[in-house]
């Protein structure tokens, strides 16, 4: 059983940007699994938003292409993600878990983020 800490949402207007951090409460958790981001929107379901491989190979959804950007801090053992330009419709809960992780797995709490208009 591993415990995901999301951090770094809040309120912030369009254009501007967030910074995300997770942690694990097993440091190893990160370091071995393909790491991701999602969201979940109110009435919608949770989406991939961004992920990251051993190799720090990343991929993201193509509605974040060019905003955001996950990267892993193997001294810290996070996984951040910088939110730039953000936009109203980025509006959501974020959370972190290894890549394709499934409903029924350890989820965090995950971190609000607002952007008005």
């Known amino acids: 059983q591993v415990q995901l800490v999301e951090s770094g949402g809040g309120l912030v207007q369009a254009g501007e940007s967030l910074r995300l951090s997770c942690a694990a409460s097993r440091s190893i958790f990160i370091r071995v699994n393909a790491m991701a981001w999602y969201r979940q929107a109110p009435g919608k379901q949770r989406d991939l938003v961004a992920s990251?491989?051993?190799?720090?190979?990343?991929n993201y959804a193509d509605s974040v292409k060019g905003r955001f950007t996950i990267s892993r801090d193997n001294e810290k053992n996070t996984v951040d993600l910088q939110m730039n330009s953000l936009k109203p419709e980025d509006t959501a809960i974020y959370y972190c878990?290894?890549?394709?992780?499934?409903?029924?797995?350890?989820w965090g709490q995950g971190t609000q983020v607002t952007v008005s208009s």
């Open positions: 878990n290894r890549l394709g992780a499934r409903p029924w797995d350890d």
């Open positions: 990251i491989s051993g190799a720090d190979w990343t």
